[in-house]
Nanobody, 120 residues
Framework: QVQLVESGGGLVQAGGSLRLSCTASPRTFSSYRMGWFRRAPRKEREFVGHFTWSDGSTDYVNSVRGRFTISGNNAKNTIYLQKNNLKPEDTAIYFC?????????????WGQGTQVTVSS
């Protein structure tokens, strides 16, 4: 049974930083790409960013570009979401997801989510 487990959420003041982790298990699970999504109160889930294992490339939604950084540790099967200069509008449940293959372009594995609250 493949599992994605997020950690690192919590309460932080505006302007602060937080780092989320997402570990995939079992260790034998491999994916093409892993990413982060979030769902803010009363809003739809949105893409935050992703990390591609083959070349370490990343991409981000415009609203977080320059503030958030995704990195990966292949040995730990873990990706990280470093969030700096946090804003109240970053308050959301953050979900980790994995895209097992290049094709189909489907996020087929999901974590349970971790709450991040940014106070003003």
């Amino acid at each position: 049974q493949v599992q994605l487990v997020e950690s690192g959420g919590g309460l932080v003041q505006a302007g602060g930083s937080l780092r989320l982790s997402c570990t995939a298990s079992p260790r034998t699970f491999s994916s093409y790409r892993m990413g982060w999504f979030r769902r803010a109160p009363r809003k739809e889930r949105e893409f935050v960013g992703h990390f591609t294992w083959s070349d370490g490339s990343t991409d981000y939604v415009n609203s977080v570009r320059g503030r958030f950084t995704i990195s990966g540790n292949n040995a730990k099967n873990t990706i990280y979401l470093q969030k700096n200069n946090l804003k109240p509008e970053d308050t959301a449940i953050y979900f980790c997801a994995a895209r097992s293959r290049v094709v189909p372009a489907t996020w087929d594995r999901w974590g349970q989510g971790t709450q991040v609250t940014v106070s003003s």
